[in-house]
């Protein structure tokens, strides 16, 4: 596969035809000629000691700093969860504000849609607590708690379905932990539509017309992707993908989705890989980046992760964390996928 080093350093955060962000460090930049020319837009702010570590990118791998989610809102504002807190930058401003602390650790995945803004709480939570999810309907200004589960470890993701019109929610991590989950937008009804084993321990879920799409997320079993029908409720096997599947990504009628390296009992991972699909039955791997020399979980697992977006109808755009193409960027254009 032609894969084109995007930057030699950085995070794309947000893609679309019009704009590209990415960070590297505390600094946020922007792009309007895809990629070309990038202009410093704003930096993080200092809160604390632990926050010069941006500027160590080995550091910032071990204290978890830097920025984890950055969506553009309906006014063009920006939404950043980053360095444990959250972050409004208006668009006219060139700081920005802070809206507040993370509960927990940085959320794998959050769902943002027309200015509602839905995360649930991730943490080691070996007490088994009671663990919320957290809602902004005024674009992350204020916050309230719609839901709280009992008897799971942590929320994996939480996302809207545009086309059914509700919230799905992944759940772990032990075998009655593991559940994928969907509710309306007001999270007053909650329903467990798969549960009770590792293979619907998942991350991410993708979605179309038709089917949900999303991997196992077991680091000592087999790991597959799946789908599930809308129509009939069916679960289908589609392949076998040799490692934890975290994220995933829908570009331009094609699926995505990549595999972590992660410690395990049941294999040894060498390699954070990614998945790609034109029909969402056939499945390939295009993409192989190997391991950090740096001990995992200390210093993070190797993962290829995706940007937020609509995209810009050309091309797939990822970037690396804690592989040995370490905090790069990359794009594959879609043209090169056929």
């Not at 020319?37 to 700093?65: G, I, Q």
């Not at 975290?246 to 990614?274: M, Q, R």
């Amino acid at each position: 596969m032609n894969c084109q080093k995007f930057n030699t350093l950085g995070r794309v955060l947000w893609v679309s035809k019009d704009v590209i962000y990415k960070s590297i460090g505390r600094n946020l930049y922007y792009s309007n000629d895809k990629g070309l020319r990038w202009r410093l837009r704003a930096c993080l702010p200092m809160r604390s000691l632990r926050d010069v570590s941006l500027f160590s990118n080995v550091l910032s791998r071990f204290f978890r700093t830097g920025f984890h989610h950055l969506h553009v809102l309906d006014n063009h504002s920006l939404i950043a969860f980053a360095n444990k807190s959250i972050y409004l930058l208006g668009p006219d401003s060139i700081s920005f504000q802070y809206l507040g602390a993370i509960s927990g650790s940085k959320p794998l995945c959050i769902s943002v849609h027309k200015n509602v803004i839905v995360y649930g709480e991730y943490s080691r939570n070996v007490n088994r607590n009671p663990v919320p999810l957290f809602k902004s309907e005024d674009a992350g200004l204020s916050w309230f708690i719609p839901h709280t589960f009992e008897g799971i470890r942590h929320v994996h993701g939480v996302f809207f379905d545009k086309f059914s019109g509700k919230y799905w929610i992944t759940t772990g991590d032990s075998d009655d932990e593991s559940s994928i989950w969907i509710a309306d937008q007001d999270f007053l009804k909650l329903e467990k539509v798969l549960t009770g084993a590792q293979k619907f321990r998942a991350v991410q879920l993708l979605f179309d017309p038709h089917f949900i799409y999303y991997g196992s997320d077991t680091p000592d079993g087999e790991n597959h992707l799946y789908r599930l029908s809308r129509r009939t409720q069916r679960l289908e096997c589609l392949s076998e993908v040799g490692a934890p599947v975290f994220f995933g990504a829908k570009a331009h009628n094609h699926l995505f989705f990549s595999t972590a390296i992660e410690k395990s009992s049941y294999k040894t991972i060498d390699s954070a890989k990614l998945w790609h699909s034109d029909d969402g039955i056939k499945w390939n791997c295009i993409v192989s980046l190997g391991r950090s020399l740096l001990p995992l979980r200390i210093f993070q697992n190797g993962q290829i992760l995706f940007p937020a977006g609509p995209g810009d109808d050309e091309n797939l755009w990822f970037w690396s964390l804690a592989t040995s193409e370490d905090n790069q960027s990359y794009r594959i254009g879609f043209d090169d996928l056929d």
